[in-house]
């Protein structure tokens, strides 16, 4: 499989995803005897964090630590890891998924400094970041670190609504606030064609996400993210109503009986073929059907890229009369402006999950083989 970079590049839960929820712990009272000053600056226009928490940076900070999983939003602005020297297991995590790890190799050597939990403040010192980015849950491990700035970013709903929000956030950190204007045109008329793309009198579809991560799987809920983007395309979560996530059993899916079930996994991805194989989940219609479908590995926290792109996929796939556009040359293009990197139709496959959804209904019409057929 032949990648390549091109020319015009310098060098961007849960997951395809996961919201990962990092726990509060105790802040570190005793601080290495020798730090680096925090820089400070004369500006008159600090730059404000989500937190609204304001930071004299008298130039886009330099040296960074990701603890947040956004890194997606960073690259997609700078197409390049060079400012960044660290990052922790949660942080690294959204560069696992839609191939940024290839894209993006250097990533394998970005020091560690903790893990999917809690930052690890002492690890972080000792890397000497202008700034350590992070999930605002995270202040207080950093709050009174006297060597570096804790620039605090949250999601909240309407989840759609505010990962455009973040990226904004991320393209002033970065000094790359030109960039916002012609992106979200872009992004407003790709929404904008999709929505023409369907007649308006397209029957409901009813899904249901099952979600895993390495521990347990559940079922997407009153707070999955999924949920903005379903409503936009007449999907409707059968599971919506009720808690967050939650455990379920076969017998209670059966109550649901979707029309389409989706799968949602990491860091090992949930396969189709083992639910349609499975005599027991053939007690719900969708599988009975061959409605059963893995999602496409796209990155995480990135919506004025990724979202017209999921939304596009969801519309065809629950819709199969609609036809929004060329899905993949759609990636294609994602690809190219965001991170100035070509993807050929393998990668392509890979992240649609062609094969991973063969046996799916009518998921033949994302494969690279219907398209040169049709051609």
């Known amino acids: 499989m032949r990648h390549r970079r091109s020319r015009g590049g310098d060098g961007r839960l849960q997951s395809a995803g996961f919201a990962v929820a990092c726990g509060l712990a105790l802040v570190i009272g005793l601080l290495a005897p020798k730090v680096r000053p925090k820089a400070t600056s004369a500006s008159t226009s600090p730059y404000v964090d989500m937190l609204g928490r304001a930071h004299d940076f008298s130039a886009p900070p330099r040296r960074l630590v990701f603890t947040a999983n956004i890194l997606p939003a960073f690259l997609s602005l700078t197409h390049s890891l060079d400012r960044v020297v660290g990052a922790s297991e949660l942080g690294l995590s959204s560069i696992r998924a839609g191939l940024l790890d290839r894209i993006f190799p250097q990533a394998r050597g970005l020091a560690r400094v903790g893990g999917f939990d809690i930052p690890n403040f002492e690890e972080t010192l000792k890397l000497s970041p202008d700034a350590a980015l992070g999930w605002a849950v995270q202040f207080r491990i950093f709050e009174k670190a006297p060597a570096f700035e804790f620039v ?3 999601n909240s709903f309407p989840l759609m609504r505010s990962e455009i929000a973040l990226w904004r956030k991320m393209a002033e950190l970065c000094g790359a606030s030109a960039i916002v204007g012609p992106t979200l045109a872009r992004y407003d008329a790709d929404m904008a064609a999709i929505a ?8 409901p579809v009813s899904v249901l996400a099952v979600v895993a991560n390495s521990a347990k799987s559940w079922v997407g809920g009153s707070k999955y993210y999924l949920n903005e983007r379903l409503d936009l395309v007449r999907g409707v979560n059968v599971a919506r109503v009720g808690a967050a996530t939650a455990t379920f059993s076969l017998e209670q899916l059966a109550l649901f009986d979707p029309d389409v079930v989706l799968l949602q996994a990491f860091p090992v991805p949930l396969e189709p073929r083992a639910f349609l194989d499975d005599p027991a989940w053939r007690l719900l219609r ?6 059963v479908y893995r999602m496409p590995d796209f990155p995480s926290f990135l919506a004025p890229v990724f979202d017209p792109l999921l939304v596009r996929w969801l519309a065809e796939l629950l819709h199969p009369g609609v036809d929004a556009g060329d899905m993949r ?8 402006d965001a991170f100035s990197y070509d993807l050929d139709d393998e990668a392509i496959d890979e992240l649609l999950a062609v094969e991973a959804n063969r046996r799916s209904f009518g998921y033949g019409r994302f494969s690279s083989e219907r398209r040169a057929s049709a051609k």
């Not at 023409?196 to 029957?203: Q, V």
Request: avoid cysteine; hydrophobic fraction near 45%; aromatic fraction near 8%.
């Open 196 to 203: 023409a793309s369907l007649r308006g009198d397209e029957k």
């Open 329 to 336: 040359a759609a990636v294609r293009r994602a690809y190219h």
């Open 152 to 154: 605090a970013f949250q």
């Open 286 to 291: 969708a599988v009975r059907a061959g409605k």
